[in-house]
């Protein structure tokens, strides 16, 4: 190789360096924005999970006042 192939592959090597080393700073970007959503719909699942389990836990209405008011001697 000459002095030519030599400057023309220095050349290539820093285009290339540069294209990637571009495409990591993107994808970094990229992935800390996915981590970000992902963390916020976790914290939301988490919060309606823990409602739902609230609603859940709060005891059923069986009607028995009703029962009781039709049952009772002041009518």
Not at 3 to 8: H, R
Not at 11 to 39: M, N
Not at 51 to 65: A, D, F
């Amino acid at each position: 190789m000459n002095e030519n192939d030599y400057k023309t592959l220095i050349l290539t090597y820093q285009q290339k360096s540069f294209d990637l080393f571009s495409q990591v700073v993107a994808l970094e970007a990229r992935l800390t924005t996915s981590k970000q959503t992902i963390e916020s719909l976790t914290n939301q699942v988490n919060t309606l999970m823990s409602e739902l389990e609230s609603v859940n836990s709060k005891p059923k209405r069986t009607g028995s006042k009703i029962t009781d008011n039709l049952s009772a001697e002041e009518f």
